[in-house]
């Protein structure tokens, strides 16, 4: 390894580049212990990948930025070797695949348009042209365990295929001023079809935001909607409030087209319904 921590890594100016020295791992091992990363951590380059985290580490990612150049499916960015370690995530949207009962892989590129990779699904979504009469295709590439509320604008016509994975969202959320509680708003005049996976709420959701607000409910639909073989939990919206109308999927002057073996499923300690259609 180019570099074994065990505490710490930082720079003076907020950057660090790791890369091999001429050893096949990774540029980084967090061999137990607790560490912070903060600053940019660059960690292209080395042959099997960027940070491995072994022996029941913990990592602390809040202050720091990730960046893998020539990431790829067995290059990951960060795996967890034993998936014992604990990750601290920040603002940096990771993705992550089960590799085995041992092993969690993390990548910083989570969905793609053909061959194009995006960081997030937002960015995905903002690079749909507007107007499309053919829907653009958006692939996840993998689980997302961190993900913040999207707005999606107006005209935008898209289909998210989740190819089997989970998109859990935390707060903050999104929304219009005032009332930026939902996981996703679809705005009207867009299309809109998710298919083929699960979106959930992280349990620290549970606990109130200090910056931003809590997610309240999924999806807040103003928009043409169709949901083909997805699963919706709402185990853990925030429900810490005096308001009552209280649903996973809310759609106004919108349209729902439910297909396939979707579930929505409601929450009743807080009395959550599934749907709710104004």
Same mark, same amino acid.
Request: aromatic share 6%.
């Given at each position: ?23 096949? /791992? ?106 499309? /009469? ?126 396939? /073996? ?17």
């Amino acid at each position: 390894f180019t570099e074994e921590v065990n505490n710490s890594v930082q720079s003076q100016d907020g950057n660090v580049s790791v890369s091999l020295l001429g050893n096949e /791992s990774s540029g980084i091992q967090v061999n137990g212990g607790n560490v912070t990363m903060t600053g940019t951590i660059n960690v292209s380059g080395n042959e099997f990948g960027g940070i491995e985290l072994c022996h029941g580490g913990a990592l602390d990612l809040t202050g720091a930025t990730l960046k893998c150049d020539d990431e790829a499916d067995s290059k990951p960015v960060l795996w967890n070797d034993d998936t014992k370690g604990t990750i601290t995530y920040g603002t940096q949207v990771l993705g992550k695949k089960a590799v085995n009962d041992s092993k969690d892989h993390y990548y910083l590129y989570v969905a793609k348009i053909g061959e194009t990779k995006y960081e997030s699904l937002a960015e995905a979504i903002a690079a749909v042209p507007a107007g499309g /009469s053919t829907p653009t295709t958006i692939t996840m590439l993998c689980d997302v365990t961190n993900a913040v509320g999207i707005s999606v604008p107006s005209n935008k016509n898209f289909i998210v295929d989740f190819d089997g994975h989970t998109y859990t969202v935390n707060k903050p959320g999104a929304g219009s001023t005032g009332t930026t509680t939902q996981a996703f708003q679809l705005i009207a005049g867009s299309t809109v079809v998710f298919k083929n996976g699960t979106i959930d709420v992280a349990e620290d959701n549970l606990t109130t935001a200090t910056v931003g607000k809590n997610i309240k409910r999924l999806i807040q639909n103003y928009a043409n909607l169709t949901l083909e073989n997805m699963t919706l939990d709402g185990t853990n919206l925030y429900v810490n409030d005096s308001n009552t109308n209280r649903a996973v999927v809310e759609t106004a002057n919108g349209s729902v087209s439910i297909t396939g /073996s979707t579930s929505i499923a409601g929450k009743k300690d807080g009395d959550v319904r599934a749907l709710n259609v104004d």
